[in-house]
Nanobody, 125 residues
Framework: QVQLVESGGGLVQAGGSLRLSCAAS????????MGWFRQAPGKEREFVAA????????RYADSVKGRFTISRDNAKNTVYLQVSSLKPEDTAVYYC??????????????????WGQGTQVTVSS
């Protein structure tokens, strides 16, 4: 069982930045592919970013490329999402997720096995 706890969300003005964190339980965090997804009101959950087990490989949704950066610290069992140049359309609940079964970085939510409770990011115009 893997438990994920997100933090760092909040209310920010357009153009601002936040750093989201996701702390994971378990001894084998370094063997998980980690991802961030988001869900805005009335919309489906969508992929944001993901990172491979070592942190050497990442993938991003086109809508966040150049603005968001995913990273991880395996010694701290934590994955981060630096969100910058925020836009009102980035407003959503942001979830981190762990894929414990595959070694490649996937963008489809159904492949992720464990999910956090989410952290709200609200961007005002």
């Amino acid at each position: 069982q893997v438990q994920l706890v997100e933090s760092g969300g909040g209310l920010v003005q357009a153009g601002g930045s936040l750093r989201l964190s996701c702390a994971a339980s378990g001894r084998t965090f370094s063997s998980y592919v980690m991802g961030w997804f988001r869900q805005a009101p009335g919309k489906e959950r969508e992929f944001v970013a993901a990172i491979n087990r070592s942190g050497s490989g990442t993938r991003y949704a086109d809508s966040v490329k150049g603005r968001f950066t995913i990273s991880r610290d395996n010694a701290k069992n934590t994955v981060y999402l630096q969100v910058s140049s925020l836009k009102p359309e980035d407003t959503a609940v942001y979830y981190c997720a762990a894929d414990v079964n595959t070694i490649i970085v996937l963008t489809i939510a159904e492949y992720y096995d464990y999910w956090g409770q989410g952290t709200q990011v609200t961007v005002s115009s």
